[in-house]
């Protein structure tokens, strides 16, 4: 869509991939070594599954009954359950803790898939 493409665009000299329409099997092996920022979708929980480091975020949805549960996954929830009510600051603080945690357990450079 539009919005991936500006993201693109605006993203291609960075060490960020994206991965598109990729088989089930295939994004997890990409997830397995990354780190992922996502929202409460069936993704987040292969993400997780996987072993990717997750920074989740939540709105209307309860993540103490839908987020995944294991020591990679951050959850930032939004009291008001609007998304855009976050806090960025909080997010990215939560990115830098994902980003530290990968880095320490990983040898390999940091790359980052979407």
Do not use: M
Not at 8 to 35: D, G, T, Y
Not at 40 to 47: E, F, T
């Amino acid at each position: 869509n539009a919005e991936t493409e500006a993201l693109e665009r605006h993203w291609k000299n960075r060490e960020v991939h994206f991965a598109k329409n990729l088989p089930l099997p295939q994004l997890a092996a990409v997830l397995e070594r990354s780190i992922f920022i996502g929202h409460d979708s069936g993704i987040s929980h292969l993400a997780a599954a996987a072993g990717a480091n997750c920074v989740l975020l939540f709105g209307p949805t309860n993540p103490n009954v839908w987020a995944p549960r294991n020591n990679n996954v951050r959850v930032l929830s939004a009291q008001s359950g609007k998304l855009s009510d976050l806090e960025i600051a909080s997010v990215e603080a939560a990115v830098g803790t994902a980003l530290r945690s990968y880095e320490t357990k990983n040898s390999e450079p940091n790359v980052s898939w979407l």
